[in-house]
């Protein structure tokens, strides 16, 4: 009898964590992308905590960041995520320039509570791909500021180059969504960011 309660017990235990498991949410992440007025450029590549998202495969980022409200220069996406790492937030992104050509790689975790979250939980971000391989990572950690559209930068880290990934988008503008006129907005003049001083 003593043995038919253990295992009622252990299965309703493991029943509960199922169920929890089931209804639980998983992590949330409200994203989206912007460059610089002039510098577009094409998402190639972005990884969440170690998973890789295919939604933002060769994704055209055209402008919103010069704003003082900045904005996203390729719409917002709700995402899931694995947790995984605790209250850590891991991004890495690759980018390529369009008035360049040029591939850069650039990474970093921060902790989730840095970053502004939505009224349902969803934690909001905007990576700013900058010229000349700069990342800057943007949220608005302040509670106080809610009617306050503004932004802070929560990072801002000096990417490497990836020349393996170099690539001419300019050569076939109607091969991605937004990128015939993101290369007619496309700045030929080069623009040296604080990574390259």
Do not use: H
């Not at 170099?166 to 007619?184: C, I, K, V």
């Amino acid at each position: 009898m003593k043995i038919a309660y253990l295992i009622a017990g252990v299965a309703a235990l493991a029943g509960g964590t199922m169920l929890w498991w089931l209804v639980s949410p998983a992590p949330m992440m409200n994203i989206g992308f912007a460059s610089y007025g002039g510098y577009p450029v094409v998402v190639r590549e972005f990884i969440l905590n170690a998973t890789r998202s295919g939604l933002f495969k060769e994704l055209v980022v055209d402008g919103g960041a010069e704003m003082p409200q900045r904005t996203s220069g390729s719409g917002n996406y709700l995402v899931g995520y694995s947790k995984g790492w605790g209250d850590d937030v891991s991004i890495e992104i690759t980018w390529v320039e369009l008035s360049s050509g040029e591939a850069w790689r650039a990474g970093t975790s921060l902790p989730a509570n840095y970053m502004e979250r939505s009224t349902s939980g969803a934690i909001q971000i905007l990576p700013i791909l900058a010229p000349g391989g700069l990342l800057i990572i943007s949220s608005d950690r302040n509670p106080d500021k809610a009617r306050d559209q503004t932004v802070s930068d929560l990072a801002r880290i000096c990417g490497t180059r990836v020349p393996e990934l170099d690539e001419n988008y300019t050569s076939n503008p109607r091969a991605l969504p937004g990128l015939w006129e993101a290369s007619q907005a496309a700045n030929p003049a080069p623009f040296r960011s604080e990574c390259e001083s």
